[in-house]
């Protein structure tokens, strides 16, 4: 392998020097570079590049697709404590109670050469921030489930531009609001054009809703319990009405729930994720900021909040998707 991949390390390095460059501001210094139509770090292509050509899927893997900071932890956690409900759910050592849901539901495009080509078999669950277009091709023609999750825009802008002040280091402030918003509103940031990621899964989801489970933000909040056993169901692996009735679905609600995941350690605490730490420094706490609707209200002048949603109507307009 180690031969392979530093060639492929090369060849990627030259494809990505070609590519549109714009300076990302979100992070201290951070180019964004233009591949398929959306914008990423430059530091995320290799591994994305690697995923797209060395990442083979099997007809089982499940995945968890989004658009950065639309819910992803919490999708991660919910699917995972869906699928291993049977061995951990009452268990002191379910991995969700020592480790970060990305430590635990890796994202392809941060896998190394020797775990994308040797795969866990007992743990069919991954995760990918890729636009549904940019997917490996395995993915699609395997057929693999895929469950995506999106948030209102205006919401999604307000979490990412306080992630990105704690990646920069440096306090928030300094990348003000506004200029962020507008950088946002221009698709520029990382796998946005945000609108452009969301309509991709969503005519997919149309397209073949049975291998596609696609979820807002907003309607998991209003109703966990209800998302948990359609996930299951989704999943292939339904609660029996002997697990209803010991109240398993709740068990798991509770467990993936912002106030339980947050206050644990593990997820307070301010270690770098084992699996995101050669990409970005991050602090595991750092996913785990609100976890509400409509904190946009608190930070977003009201032409700011109007700006992104008139973008997001005229995006989805005759989609049948809205906010
Ligand atoms: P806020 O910044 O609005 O609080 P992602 O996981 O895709 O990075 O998205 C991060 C957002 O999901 C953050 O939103 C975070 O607080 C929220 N989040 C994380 N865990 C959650 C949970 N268990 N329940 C609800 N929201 C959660």
């Not at 060395?54 to 699928?83: E, M, N, V, Y």
């Not at 392809?108 to 921030?129: C, G």
């Not at 339980?260 to 770098?272: D, G, Q």
């Not at 409509?294 to 997001?312: C, F, R, S, V």
Request: aromatic share 12%; charged share 25%; with cysteine.
């Amino acid at each position: 392998g180690t031969n392979a991949s530093s060639t492929n390390h090369t060849k990627y390095e030259e494809i990505i020097s070609t590519l549109p460059r714009i300076e990302g501001r979100w992070r201290q210094s951070q180019q964004l570079r233009e591949y398929q139509g959306f914008w990423f770090a430059q530091n995320m292509l290799q591994g994305i590049m690697s995923a797209q050509e060395q990442f083979k899927a099997q007809p089982t893997d499940i995945f968890i697709c989004s658009h950065p900071k639309s819910g992803t932890t919490w999708l991660k956690a919910l699917s995972f404590a869906i699928l291993t409900r049977k061995r951990f759910i009452y268990s002191s050592t379910n991995p969700l109670l020592s480790e970060l849901p990305h430590d635990v539901v890796p994202f392809i495009e941060t896998l190394s050469f020797t775990d994308i080509t040797s795969r866990d078999p007992e743990l069919p669950l991954l995760s990918t921030h890729l636009p549904y277009t940019s997917l490996p091709k395995s993915v699609v023609e395997c057929k693999c489930k895929i469950i995506y999750i999106c948030r209102d825009p205006k919401d999604l802008f307000v979490s990412m531009w306080h992630f990105a002040g704690k990646l920069r280091g440096t306090r928030a402030e300094t990348f003000p609001l506004e200029e962020a918003c507008q950088k946002f509103c221009e698709g520029l940031n990382h796998g946005g054009p945000c609108w452009d990621h969301v309509l991709g899964y969503w005519k997919a989801s149309l397209q073949f809703p049975e291998r596609m489970l696609f979820i807002k933000y907003e309607d998991l909040q209003n109703d966990t319990f209800s998302y948990v056993r359609r996930m299951a169901e989704f999943m292939g692996c339904p609660f029996s009405m002997e697990e209803e009735r010991q109240g398993l679905v709740q068990k798991v609600v509770d467990l993936c729930s912002f106030e339980i995941l947050s206050n644990l350690e593990v997820n307070k605490s301010k270690k770098h994720s084992s699996s995101l730490r050669h990409f970005f420094k991050v602090e595991k706490n750092e996913f785990f900021r609100k976890g509400k609707v409509g904190d946009w209200e608190n930070y977003l002048a009201t032409e700011m909040a109007a700006t992104i949603d008139q973008i997001t109507e005229q995006k989805f307009s005759g989609s049948g998707l809205s906010f």
